[in-house]
């Protein structure tokens, strides 16, 4: 056993029990979910998306769009779900003619969320005014329509 891995727990007539000390996180409780935020990229074939990411690795910059955001506003979407669960979506057309691809940009949610990125809130499009104008960019429209659900998502509006 690793030092400083292992804590000593209760004895037993089994033997003594140990419990693997670890901090708490996302993906402890929710394997959906992690303790980052991936920006998976998309484009019409796999090499029209990777010369993208080579543009945002280049210019250090990531450009929300505004293309189907309700209120014109602009943002960039993250998913904080782990590639596994994400990967169904890669490769998947559009109805623009672009897919995800299996790459992308990762970055801590901590992090994000101290450079002023918000969670979304999920709610059908008719509740969108139900918010407070200075929250409606956080609005992503999700509706459930028997067992089909419909999630447009997005996660940070930037400057």
Known sequence: MAAGLWKSGATS???????YDMPLSASA????????????????SADAAYKTLESILGDRCLR???????GGHRCVCFTEAPPTFFMRHFGRRRKDGTSFQPFGIQLPKRWMLEQGGA??????????????EEKRYLHVRHEVDGDRVEAISKIV???
């Open 119 to 132: 969670k979304v809130i999920y709610q059908p499009g008719a509740d969108y005014f139900k918010l407070p």
């Open 64 to 70: 929300g769009g505004n293309g189907m955001i309700r």
């Open 13 to 19: 007539s089994h033997g003594t029990w140990y419990f």
């Open 29 to 44: 409780f929710r394997p959906d979910m992690t303790d980052d935020l991936f920006h998976f990229i998309r484009g019409r």
């Open 157 to 159: 509006e930037v400057a």
